[in-house]
């Protein structure tokens, strides 16, 4: 299953800096072919037979290319604008998730607050499920029994070790669903998502991404949006 890693390296509105900066230099090339077209074309003139003038179809076509060159940059420089637009809008929409509880498509789960909240999926009826949860280093910090019918089915961990006892920091921890196949199957499919409350939002390569602290999952993986219940009613 795909997901960000925790290394977040992108910018609003970088994405489109290449896309600018190429515009640019076409610009500048199409302005200098032009100065030169136009230093030749001069100088034919200058020093045509005026008993035999030069035939203006050829010239009027390279100008014609020209204008048309120039249309196209015109063009690909306005659907940058676009999009960049565009890329606003999501980001600004997407501020809306902040503070709120999402559900989202990852193998990654964050510890907030003492508690990971996931669900995981079989495709089919499995002999026995096993859920494990390694930390950032990738040591198993926990593993149970999961069930073992088809459909999907809802996890908390309490981020209490399993071998120490002690309770874990909040972090990013990684989840594995395992399934041995039942009547015959020959594998059984699996996955798993993740619930977190928005903390951040960022912009990678063009893709708006959300974070639950350092978990971080691109805004079209969202599957579900609920109101975060505040802690002190967590805790009554």
Request: charged letters at 15%.
């Amino acid at each position: 299953m795909s997901n960000l890693s925790t290394d977040i390296t992108g910018l609003v509105g970088g994405a489109n800096s290449s896309v600018l900066t190429s515009t640019e230099a076409d610009r500048n090339k199409l302005a200098k072919d032009l100065d030169s077209f136009l230093t030749l074309l001069t100088s034919q003139l200058q020093n045509q037979d005026p008993l035999s003038p030069m035939d203006s179809t050829e010239f009027t076509n390279q100008l014609v290319q020209f204008a048309q060159v120039e249309q196209q940059i015109n063009l690909n420089e306005g659907m940058t604008e676009i999009v960049d637009l565009t890329q606003q809008s999501i980001v600004t929409s997407a501020v809306n998730y902040m503070g709120e509880t999402i559900e989202a498509a990852s193998d990654q789960v964050p510890l907030q607050n003492g508690v990971a909240r996931l669900a995981y999926g079989l495709g089919a009826d499995s002999n026995a499920t096993t859920i494990v949860i390694r930390d950032g280093a990738g040591s198993i910090v926990h593993t149970e029994p999961g069930l073992t019918n088809a459909g999907v089915h809802e996890l908390m961990w309490d981020g209490v070790h399993k071998d120490t006892g002690q309770t874990l920091p909040d972090d990013t921890y990684t989840v594995e669903v395992s399934a041995t196949p039942a009547n015959g199957e020959e594998n059984v499919p699996t996955w798993s998502t993740t619930f977190g409350r928005v903390t951040g939002l960022t912009n990678v390569n063009g893709t708006t991404v959300l974070l639950m602290d350092k978990v971080a999952v691109p805004i079209q993986q969202i599957l579900s949006v609920s109101e975060t219940v505040p802690e002190q009613q967590q805790q009554s």
